[in-house]
């Protein structure tokens, strides 16, 4: 093992020639992921390695939400509904609701959808990513407008999050069809969107996770895509994700870029394409799943995955399943059906009102959770699940 770190350090170094920054690793510090490998399975509790917070969403006849977590910061969370209502609920972070927005229409101060929004506490504002329109807006926390700026090119911002109290830090990309344009991690100006600073991964040629087939839909073609984080915040430095590298990367605050994760064999050796993502990272696992670009347009299924996990005591990859410790009767947590959130926590789920209700009935929980579900009504609004990092407590 020891020699096959050193020859992958070597090209490391190699393909890294030019980016920005000094690039210092020791061949022990990062991660090898064969991605065609079976791996042995492993039962997790998410109690054991992270908090968990739960926060009950305050309902009434103004504050009806779906519960979709948006933002989330020390003081308050913004919320909205599925689809394109324009609403967007602002409640502090103990579920009170203080105010509803909705800015939604035509105009130059108006979005027609919330693709994202970015929450930035210390300057009173929100930053809402209009996917469609290829801009940013900006509003204060009350909703009234401030200003917008527009995505550079013919490229499409995704994966926006807080950077520092100037920039933000955001994936630049291109829909389909691909051109030779790659794609970029981005800093911006918060003020007027320029950048910053352009982070260039080495990329010797261009994948994607997308689907094409001609003829799909009576003489159509189908295109399908699956969703990729392509970055992820974790304790104050950023795991910068790729599809067409073979290595994930930390970029660290002094601006250098160092191999957080090498995939065997590359990305440009398997036919279908094997792709590896990250889901959550943690002091101590790595979690990531491995998925086939293959998709079966009659079914409408496709995108095979296998869930893995890296185990930095034992120093070992895993096949996995993780559990809710505040359920009696087993029931897994699930990492991929939102984004990663903040430095502070690492994802949110929604648990609806009426299955924890139902839960509560069968006597299926306990802990704060049970606490919790015996003082709601099915009708009422979602309970925000948040995972977070342990503290670390000073002797």
């Given at each position: 093992m020891k020699k096959v770190n050193l020859i992958l350090a070597i090209i490391l170094l190699a393909v890294m020639t030019g980016c920005r920054g000094e690039i210092k690793q020791s061949t022990d510090d990062f991660i090898i992921v064969d991605v065609m490998k079976s791996y042995p399975e492993k039962e997790?509790?998410?109690?054991?390695?992270?908090?968990?917070?739960?926060?009950?969403?305050?309902?009434?006849?103004?504050f009806l939400t779906q519960g979709i977590v948006k933002a989330i910061g020390k003081e308050i969370i913004l919320v909205t509904n599925r689809g394109n209502d324009g609403d967007i609920f602002v409640f502090d972070r103990t579920g009170k609701g203080l105010r509803k927005i909705n800015r939604k229409g035509q105009g130059g101060e108006e979005y027609l959808q919330t693709t994202g929004i970015v929450l930035d506490e210390n300057n009173n504002e929100m930053f809402i990513i209009v996917y469609s329109a290829r801009k940013i807006l900006v509003y204060d926390l009350y909703g009234n407008f401030k200003r917008n700026f527009n995505f550079t090119d013919s490229a499409y911002y995704s994966n926006v999050y807080n950077y520092d109290r100037d920039n933000l830090i955001c994936y630049k990309s291109y829909i389909y069809p691909v051109n030779d344009k790659p794609s970029r991690h981005l800093i911006i100006a918060k003020q007027d969107g320029s950048i910053t600073q352009e982070i260039k991964i080495p990329v010797?040629?261009?994948?994607?996770?997308?689907?094409i087939m001609e003829n799909a839909y009576n003489g159509e073609a189908g295109i399908v895509n699956t969703w990729f984080y392509p970055t992820i915040p974790y304790h104050g430095n950023w795991v910068l994700v790729e599809a067409s590298s073979d290595t994930v990367y930390n970029y660290l605050p002094d601006e250098t870029i160092r191999p957080h994760i090498v995939r065997i064999p590359s990305i440009h050796s398997t036919d279908p394409e094997v792709f590896l993502r990250l889901n959550m990272l943690t002091d101590r696992y790595d979690f990531m799943q491995t998925f086939r670009k293959e998709f079966d347009f009659s079914t409408m299924r496709g995108f095979p995955s296998t869930d893995l996990v890296y185990d930095k005591q034992e120093n070992a990859l895993f096949k996995y399943t993780m559990y809710n410790d505040d359920y009696s009767n087993r029931r897994q947590v699930y990492l991929s059906s939102n984004p990663p959130v903040n430095h502070e926590i690492a994802i949110w789920q929604s648990l609806e009102a009426y299955q924890l209700v139902e839960a509560y009935v069968k006597n299926e929980l306990k802990g704060p959770l049970k606490e919790i579900a015996a003082e709601l009504d099915e009708e009422d609004n979602p309970v925000i699940m948040l995972v977070k990092h342990k503290k670390i407590l000073n002797d």
């Open positions: 997790l509790i998410l109690q054991d390695f992270m908090d968990v917070e739960y926060i009950v969403l305050e309902t009434t006849d103004e010797t040629e261009i994948k994607t996770p997308t689907v």
